[in-house]
């Protein structure tokens, strides 16, 4: 079993940045890991999923060239950088581990309680 806490929400401007951490306890070197968000009345989408290494990374396209996922296995955090908010980037963001290395929801089985982002003027 893995636990999963995120810090690093906020509020922002559009153009603004932030950064969100997921600190994890248990054994997590053999997940991927993954950072998802669902906005207010929308179900719930992956934004990044980072293979076990840190080498490899796929991102959803309305975040690609903005965000960054990375993660430190010593530390067991794993990292969403993101930059030039727009205000439809405003959600709930989740972290979540599981075995496969995709963005799909139903494939992630240790979920973080979630950190709100929220991106207006």
């Known amino acids: 079993q893995v636990q999963l806490v995120e810090s690093g929400g906020g509020s922002v401007q559009p153009g603004g940045s932030l950064r969100l951490s997921c600190v994890a306890s248990?054994?997590?070197?053999?997940?991927?890991m993954g950072w998802f968000r669902q906005a207010p009345g929308k179900g719930r989408e992956g934004v990044a999923v980072i293979s076990t290494g840190g080498s490899s990374a796929i991102y959803a396209d309305s975040v690609k060239g903005r965000f960054t996922i990375s993660r430190d296995n010593a530390k067991k955090t794993l990292y969403l950088q993101m930059n030039s908010l727009k205000p439809e980037d405003t959600a709930i963001y989740y972290c979540?581990?599981?075995?496969?290395?995709?963005?799909?929801?139903?494939?992630?089985?240790?979920w973080g309680r979630g950190t709100q982002v929220t991106v207006s003027a």
């Open positions: 248990g054994y997590t070197y053999s997940y991927f």
């Open positions: 979540a581990a599981g075995p496969v290395f995709r963005t799909r929801v139903d494939d992630f089985n240790n």
